[in-house]
C-alpha cells in the first residue's frame, strides 16, 4: 500500500527547517541592512543557524532518498504535477546551495570561518564578489520559492482540500 | 476526504491565502528596509563617502590610499593574566597589517590628512585571527552612528571652497557638546613626518576574558618607539609617507609599544567620544615589529576586510554602537569594492 503521509522523521526535518529557513531569510535580509549592535548579533545568528541547516539538509536528502513519500493526487492535471515537482528539486538545490554558498564566500573573503573549519576556496577577491552575489540573489529566489510553496499547499488544504497539506502535517494525523 | 471547494467559499479562502502570502512578504520586504522609515544603513554610509569623495573603482570606500606591510609581534606575557587569546603569549606571532591615511580619496597628498590608520591582522599559531583597525585619534567626537553621519554630513566639502563649510562644522560641534575630548586633540594635534612615530588607538573599547571568564575592559595603542619629528609645514611630495616608511624600512624594522589602558568603574566602555581619566593603570602586551612593505596597494592587506570584530576567543566587543556600526560599513565597503574587482577589473 502507498503511504498516506511522509514518515514522521521527514515531518519533523520539513517543520524544523522550515522555521529555521524562515528565520534565516529574516536575519539575512535584515542584517545586511542594520548598523546597530544588533547586526553583529545577528551576523553570528546567521553563521550558525546556517551551519545547523547544511547539517539537516545532509540529513533530510538521505531522508527523501530511503522513505518513499506519498504520492500526489491522481486528480492533479500534469502541469501542477511538473510544477510540485520542479518547485520541489529548486528547494532542495537552494537549501543545500545556500549554506554552501555561505561556507564558500567566507573563504574566498579571507574570512576567518566558525569553528574553525577549513576554507572551502582559496582567498580571492573577484571570486568572493560573484559568491556573495550569487548567496544574495539565490536568497530572494528562494523566499520566493518558499512563498509559492506554502501558498500550494494552502491551496491543497483549504481549497482542493485532497489530503496533500495533511500528509505534511506536524501533528498527529488529522482524521479525516 | 473532504470535497473541492467551489463558487463562494473558494474565492473567500482563496483571497485569505493571497493576503497571508502578502503579509510575508511585506514583514519580508519591511525587514529588509526596503518599506518603513528610512533607516541609516551601511549603504546609506558607504554612498555619502562616495558623493563626498568621488567614485575610485576597486578601493576602500574610506582610508582608500594605503599600503600594506608585515611584520610580528612579540608577545611580553604581562597581558596574559588578562585575556585567553594566544596572541598575548605566543612569543612571535604573525602580522600583516596597511598604512593608510584617512578619507575616501585614494590620491589625496599623504600631508593634507590629518587622520591615519594602522589595521593589522595577528595570526596566532591556535588557527585564529585578530583583526583591528587604529587610528591617531583617541576619541571620536561622538558616540553614535547616527550622530557619526551628521558629523560626516557636516564636512561635506563646500563645492566653492573644496572644504568643510566652517559655521556648518562649528553648528555641529556645538550641538555636539561630548565632541569636547576630540576637538581637544584636533586642537593640540601635532603630525609627525612619518608613520613610524605615530600613535595608533583602538578607539573603542573590548572586553579581554581571563581564564575565570572575567570581564576586563581596555582600550589599546599602539606607541612609536621611533622618536617624534614634526611634519614639516610645507610638503611636495603627495606620497611623502609612502615613501618614508619605504625609506625607513630600507634600513631596519620598525616598532611600537603595544599598551593596554585598563578602564576603572564607571568609565565610558561603550562611548567612544569619552576618554579615561590619565591615570588609569597600562599593561605592555608587546612589541609590534613592522620589516616588509609592499608596492602601493599590493600585498597580503589589499584583499582583506579589516572588521575590527574579527576577534579571537579571549577578546570581545563591547557594545559601543559605532564599533558595531564601523564592522557593517567595512562589510558594505568590502562587498562594493568586491564587486567594482569582478565586474570591471578594478583594483588599486
Known amino acids: ?87 520541489h528539486l529548486l528547494l532542495y538545490g537552494l537549501m543545500l546551495a545556500m549554506p554552501v554558498l555561505g561556507w564558500g564566500m567566507q573563504s574566498a573573503g579571507g574570512y576567518p570561518l566558525p569553528l574553525q573549519l577549513p576554507a572551502l576556496l582559496p582567498h580571492d577577491l573577484p571570486l568572493y564578489a560573484l559568491l556573495r552575489q550569487a548567496h544574495g540573489w539565490l536568497a530572494y529566489v528562494l523566499f520566493a520559492t518558499v512563498l509559492l510553496h506554502l501558498g500550494a499547499a494552502l491551496v491543497h488544504g483549504l481549497v482542493r482540500r485532497d489530503g496533500v497539506l495533511r500528509s505534511m502535517w506536524p501533528g498527529p494525523l488529522p482524521k479525516n | 476526504m473532504s470535497t473541492p471547494l467551489h463558487g463562494r467559499p473558494r474565492a473567500l479562502r482563496l483571497a485569505a491565502i493571497g493576503l497571508g502570502l502578502t503579509a510575508l512578504a511585506t514583514g519580508f520586504a519591511y525587514a529588509a528596509g526596503w518599506i518603513g522609515a528610512e533607516r541609516l544603513t551601511p549603504k546609506r554610509f558607504i554612498d555619502t563617502f562616495e558623493t563626498q569623495a568621488g567614485h575610485y573603482p576597486g578601493y576602500r570606500k574610506n582610508h582608500a590610499k594605503g599600503l600594506c606591510v608585515s611584520g610580528y609581534f612579540l608577545s611580553s606575557g604581562q597581558a596574559a593574566s588578562l585575556s585567553t587569546a594566544r596572541v598575548f603569549n605566543q612569543s612571535n606571532v604573525a602580522v600583516i597589517g596597511r598604512f593608510a591615511i584617512g578619507g575616501a580619496n585614494p590620491h589625496s597628498p599623504d600631508a593634507s590628512v590629518p587622520t591615519r590608520s594602522l589595521a593589522l591582522q595577528l595570526s596566532t599559531d591556535d588557527g585564529q585571527q585578530w583583526r583591528t583597525g587604529m587610528n591617531t585619534p ?44 576630540f576637538r581637544q586633540w584636533a586642537k593640540d594635534y601635532k603630525a609627525s613626518d612619518s608613520f613610524a612615530s605615530t600613535s595608533y588607538n583602538s578607539i573603542n573599547a573590548f572586553a579581554l576574558i581571563d581564564a575565570s571568564g572575567k570581564a576586563h575592559y581596555v582600550r589599546w595603542s599602539l606607541l612609536p618607539q621611533t622618536p617624534f619629528s614634526a611634519l614639516p609645514a610645507k610638503v611636495d611630495d603627495n606620497d611623502y609617507l609612502q615613501h618614508d616608511l619605504r625609506q625607513r624600512l630600507s634600513q631596519g624594522p620598525l616598532r611600537w609599544t603595544l599598551q593596554l589602558t585598563l578602564a576603572a568603574a564607571g568609565d565610558a566602555v561603550d562611548d567612544p567620544s569619552q576618554p579615561w581619566p590619565a591615570q588609569r593603570p597600562t599593561v605592555n602586551a608587546g612589541t609590534l615589529v613592522l620589516d616588509q612593505v609592499d608596492a602601493a596597494e599590493r600585498g597580503a592587506c589589499r584583499d582583506l576586510n579589516f572588521d575590527p570584530l574579527i576577534l579571537p576567543s579571549g577578546i570581545r566587543p563591547s557594545a559601543d554602537p559605532i564599533l558595531a556600526a564601523r564592522s557593517a560599513a567595512y562589510s558594505e565597503s568590502f562587498n562594493r569594492r568586491s564587486r567594482e574587482a569582478a565586474q570591471l577589473g578594478a583594483r588599486p
Open chain 2, 138 to 181: 583617541p576619541v571620536l567626537a561622538v558616540g553614535t552612528p547616527e550622530a557619526f553621519y551628521q558629523q560626516v554630513l557636516a564636512m561635506s566639502p563646500d563645492p566653492a571652497t573644496g572644504k568643510p563649510d566652517p559655521a556648518r562644522l562649528q553648528a555641529f560641534f556645538a550641538a555636539h557638546p561630548e565632541s569636547a575630548a
Open chain 1, 1 to 87: 500500500m502507498k503511504p498516506v503521509a511522509f514518515h514522521p522523521l521527514a515531518r519533523l526535518l520539513h517543520w524544523l527547517m522550515a522555521v529555521l529557513i524562515l528565520a534565516m531569510l529574516f536575519v539575512g535580509v535584515s542584517m545586511v541592512s542594520d548598523l546597530s549592535p544588533r547586526h553583529t548579533w545577528l551576523v553570528s545568528l546567521h553563521k550558525a543557524i546556517g551551519l545547523a541547516l547544511l547539517l539537516l539538509v545532509l540529513v533530510r536528502i538521505g531522508v527523501r532518498l530511503s522513505l518513499a513519500p506519498p504520492p500526489l493526487p491522481d486528480d492533479m492535471p500534469p502541469v501542477q504535477r511538473w510544477a510540485a515537482k520542479a518547485s
